[in-house]
């Protein structure tokens, strides 16, 4: 398997679900109070902004506009924060 597609299966099993999976946890204690704190806004406004760059990195991995060097990079970054989540 080469980085590239670690790099998508990675983004698509893992990161996104993630991302998604706290942008609900947020929606859910918005509802339970009924309005949104400005820590709650800024927080969902960046989920949002990461959600959507996993999504161009995707696009970019499947329309090969990526380079092998940056595709590296960006798989040892997620990795990297992904292990300091566990």
């Not at 597609?5 to 999976?21: A, F, G, N, R």
């Not at 696009?59 to 300091?84: A, T």
């Amino acid at each position: 398997m080469t980085t590239a597609q670690k790099l998508q299966t990675l983004l698509e099993v893992e990161i996104i679900p993630d991302i998604e999976s706290e942008i609900d946890e947020l929606f859910e204690g918005i509802d339970a109070t009924g309005t949104a704190t400005a820590d709650q806004k800024e927080n969902l406004e960046e989920l949002r902004e990461l959600r959507t760059e996993c999504f161009a990195i995707l696009e970019e991995l499947k329309r090969d506009e990526i380079d092998q060097e940056e595709i590296e990079e960006i798989y040892k970054e997620l990795i990297s924060v992904k292990s300091e989540e566990d």
